[in-house]
């Protein structure tokens, strides 16, 4: 099981606002970092830090964090988000390990 | 431009061993922290290894005393020995630049993967 848990899939109506969340306790220290993948593809980088986007990424983009729980937002979603989600920052040890969220499948309806 | 691309993957049958390479073009590797990440199919993304800008090394319970992570400097290429091999170790295997600040991890550069089949 991930130190990092996220819902498994989530839904969102063509143009609207969809949060994925991503909760565990190194969220308390750290910010998440946050992976776009689509399918055969590699992860591409969407957000990091307190709110930060590469170069590249819509602003319909944005992060955001309390407690332990770090969340994804797309405002006004489009087709081309639907894709695998998955959160990302170091494990709760403190051992320099880092940890992945089990993903949330983003469908846009 | 800068640019991961893995190779080595293939099929290798349990308790065998491969080596995964990724070269790096329009950054050094040595200066950077580098990790592995794989995914097995169906499956979400597993971090694997990270090797530091220093050196020092770090595994996945999953991998440690299995794999070892390592690089080669003036060939700009990082490397993934795995050894004892395992079905479970099935996966396309990825190699992403990783960035450390004090509060906050994450990997901005990605190569596309290589695919690792552990069956008889």
């Known amino acids: 099981s991930s130190e990092l848990t996220q819902d498994p899939a989530v839904s969102v109506a063509l143009g609207q606002t969809v949060r994925i969340t991503c909760q565990g306790d190194?969220?308390?220290?750290?910010?998440a970092s946050w992976y776009q993948q689509k399918p055969g593809q590699a992860p591409v980088l969407v957000i990091y830090?307190?709110?930060n986007r590469p170069s590249g990424i819509p602003d319909r983009f944005s992060g955001s964090s309390s407690g332990n729980t770090a969340s994804l937002t797309i405002t006004g979603a489009q087709a081309e988000d639907e894709a695998d989600y998955y959160c990302?920052?170091?494990?709760?040890?403190?051992?320099?390990?880092?940890?992945f969220g089990g993903g949330t499948k983003l469908t846009v309806l | 431009e800068v640019q991961l691309v893995e190779s080595g993957g293939g099929l290798v049958q349990p308790g065998g061993s491969l080596r995964l390479s990724c070269a790096a073009s329009g950054f050094t590797v040595s200066s950077n922290y580098m990790s592995w990440v794989r995914q097995a199919p169906g499956k979400g993304l597993e971090w694997v290894s990270v090797?530091?800008?220093?050196?020092?090394?770090y595994y996945a319970d999953s991998v440690k005393g299995r794999f070892t992570i390592s690089r080669h400097n003036s060939k700009n290429t990082l490397y993934l020995q795995m050894n004892s091999l395992r079905a479970e170790d099935t996966a396309v295997y990825y190699c992403?630049?990783?960035?450390?600040?004090?509060?906050?991890?994450?990997?901005?550069?990605w190569g596309k993967g290589t695919t690792v089949t552990v069956s008889s």
């Open positions: 190194s969220l308390r220290s750290y910010y």
């Open positions: 992403a630049r990783d960035r450390t600040t004090f509060n906050y991890y994450y990997m901005d550069v």
């Open positions: 990302n920052s170091r494990d709760s040890s403190g051992n320099h390990l880092r940890v």
């Open positions: 090797i530091y800008s220093g050196g020092s090394t």
């Open positions: 830090g307190k709110n």
